[in-house]
């Protein structure tokens, strides 16, 4: 097989193609050198002023997770009044792009709402409502000033060791490619409905490209050694379903594919992608990237711009990149023809988004107002991508649960928004934060005590027991604590290693003689055997975000005990049955999980059977992975909150 012919899409004809051609042949025709590089600059929020940025033409500026104006309770004013300062009027001026990983909402935003993040829109496979999220999700953008979202991440993890498998939506690479088009058709607009890149839509980014799904020992940023026909048909479908639906951004993947790093392969960056796949858009690095590729800075830009990286996203020093890049070019390492290309790419980008026309981004979030969605609505579309997201794998019959009961609402997540929501909540990792953070948010707790209030019951939770003999059946919640990137990789998948304590608790709670129901709040599938047996039923809820709450609509009955809502969540990974399955992907040769893809029990198909699965857990202490050298200084110095 050719190359042409393994890597191939239909390229979309693009709306506006010719105008925007056009117009940045004009602009590009006008800059100086300096200018052109500073398009190619993306800086950190932090490490640079507007006048500076408007002084240079910088191309664009990002805040990274948990960067903000001011602080992270920045209201919406705070982020229009910055986004307007770095506009100007002045004749020449180049619009700059600012981008924001809106990754489930707009998560750097105080009182947005956050949907389940991908992996639980993957149990959902509900490809309309992950495109109305997305939509929601553009306009809660817009309504910041803010013309471009890092998302969706199309990443295929098959390793459940990486910290990033959460983002990603599925294992399998055909739901991979629909969840691509739904986010694209959401978040964009698509390029043959009349709705592309018009009022209410973001630019969306195509990241990471291409193959982090698959590092040896699902290390984050490591090495992806598979070959090119599996690069292709696993890793890289959800890329093209993207181009197919007119992306115009790709961001580079930070891992290596067989020895070399993706962020310097002129192979997969300028022969493929721009080359056979006949990408027209441009590609980012990744935060600071392109240092991995070289100790010398200049060098770092040199290789990376040369092998078809576009746009640095820089961290802290631009000004150093600036220089270096200049240098490059005045002694021929960086030819007049590659930067041109590149800023080209650029400016037809910003030209296809309109961005000579659309005004100041506070008049423009203005005059969205019309078509923006109130908070019940949004607050409602998450509460609908809970409820479909959940995965029943267990049920011995005591599922839905009556309203009118006493329930205690029992383990360290019951009430815990922040541990719903998981990484890239308000801060890039997630921590830090409290309940009070999401001021319309719900947690799993409020959902049930809310639900059981109205229907004449009561759900407490462990601080408010007073009377033992007074609970009838038991929700547990437990999980993992949030993480984001390479800070979630593990050593091992069994639940045991992460937090020894909840088995004990489950087994504590079996004293009081009623049903305990069991519930996971995970970024991935974890071996949880001994915990499945100490629970009469059990649900997974993935990273469900601030409306955790709506759990209660799926888990308890009407008072009249007629089903709420029954479950709709298909497993988007499989899930182990062995501690040391994190390897597990359907279509193995082998494959033997203890729940498959596609798994997922509901009330209508009433299975109940009493399984015990096995507990043997021979497995060694060491859960979490130290971060390599080489990842450890690779820039990640986010700011704190
Ligand atoms: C992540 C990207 C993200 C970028 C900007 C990187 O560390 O890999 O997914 O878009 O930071 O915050």
């Given at each position: 097989m050719t190359k042409e012919s393994l890597w191939s899409v239909d390229s979309p004809t693009i709306p506006g193609e010719s105008e925007a051609v056009e117009l940045a042949s004009r602009v590009l025709a006008s800059m100086s050198i300096e200018q052109k590089i500073a398009q190619m600059i993306q800086a950190e929020l932090a490490a640079i002023e507007p006048q500076e940025a408007i002084e240079y033409q910088i191309g664009s500026i990002l805040n990274g997770g948990g960067s903000f104006p001011k602080s992270?309770?920045?209201?919406?004013a705070s982020w229009l009044e910055l986004a307007d300062r770095f506009a100007s009027s002045e004749a020449g001026f180049i619009p700059i792009l600012w981008g924001t990983d809106?990754?489930?909402?707009?998560?750097?935003?105080?009182g947005s709402p956050l949907y389940p993040h991908n992996i639980g829109l993957g149990a959902s496979r509900n490809f309309e409502l992950i495109a109305q999220i997305a939509h929601a999700t553009a306009l809660e953008v817009l309504s910041t000033g803010i013309d471009w979202t890092f998302a969706p991440t199309l990443a295929v993890p098959r390793d459940l060791r990486w910290g990033r498998t959460y983002e990603g939506f599925s294992e399998d690479p055909g739901l991979v490619k629909q969840f691509a088009r739904a986010m694209f058709k959401g978040l964009q607009g698509l390029p043959n409905q009349g709705d592309f890149l018009s009022e209410g839509r973001i630019l969306a980014t195509a990241k990471h490209?291409?193959?982090?799904?698959?590092?040896f020992e699902g290390i984050d940023q490591g090495d992806s050694r598979c070959s090119e026909s599996d690069l292709v048909s696993i890793h890289a479908q959800g890329h093209l379903a993207a181009l197919e639906s007119g992306a115009q951004v790709v961001m580079a993947a930070f891992n290596s594919w067989n020895g070399e790093k993706i962020h310097g392969s002129k192979y997969l960056l300028t022969d493929v992608l721009k080359g056979h796949l006949n990408f027209q858009g441009f590609i980012v690095s990744d935060w600071d990237g392109f240092t991995q590729l070289d100790e010398d800075l200049g060098r770092a830009c040199e290789l990376s711009v040369n092998a078809g990286v576009d746009m640095l996203m820089v961290s802290g020093d631009w000004r150093a990149v600036h220089a270096h890049l200049t240098d490059s070019h005045r002694h021929g390492r960086v030819t007049t023809q590659r930067i041109d290309d590149a800023v080209f790419r650029i400016l037809r980008v910003k030209a296809l988004n309109g961005m000579w026309w659309r005004g100041l981004p506070s008049t423009r979030a203005k005059l969205l107002a019309h078509i923006e969605k109130t908070n019940r609505e949004k607050d409602n579309l998450a509460r609908t991508a809970v409820r479909e997201s959940l995965v029943l794998l267990k049920n011995e019959g005591c599922l839905p649960l009556d309203p009118r009961m006493n329930i205690l609402v029992a383990g360290?997540?019951?009430?815990?928004i922040p541990d719903q929501c998981g990484g890239w909540s308000l801060t890039w990792q997630g921590t830090e934060n409290s309940n009070e953070d999401f001021p319309s948010g719900q947690s799993i707790y409020e959902g049930f005590a809310e639900q059981c209030r109205v229907a004449g019951g009561r759900a407490f939770l462990t601080e408010h027991l007073e009377d033992t003999s007074k609970i009838d059946a038991i929700l547990y919640v437990f999980g993992e604590t949030p993480y984001a990137e390479g800070d979630g990789d593990l050593q091992h998948i069994s639940y045991q290693h992460i937090n020894p304590k909840a088995i004990n608790e489950l087994r504590e709670l079996r004293k009081f003689q009623v049903p305990v129901v069991g519930m996971l709040v995970t970024g991935r599938p974890l071996w949880i055997n001994p915990e499945l047996n100490a629970t009469d039923a059990f649900v997974v809820a993935w990273?469900?975000?601030?409306?955790?709450?709506?759990v209660a609509e799926v888990i308890l009955t009407f008072a009249d005990g007629t089903v709420q809502h029954d479950f709709r969540g298909k497993l988007p990974q499989s899930w182990p049955k062995y501690p040391t399955q994190y390897i597990l992907n359907c279509g193995d040769l082998g494959y033997d999980p203890l729940f498959p893809l596609g798994f997922g029990l509901t009330y209508a198909n009433k299975a109940i059977e009493t399984v015990t699965f096995n507990e043997t857990d021979p497995t060694p202490m060491h859960p979490k992975r130290e971060r390599s050298a080489a990842v450890a200084t690779a820039g990640y110095n986010r700011h704190s909150t």
């Open positions: 992270k309770r920045d209201p919406k809106a990754v489930h909402g707009h998560n750097n935003l105080f490209f291409v193959g982090e799904g698959c590092t360290e997540f019951a009430d815990s990273l469900p975000g601030t409306q955790g709450g709506a």
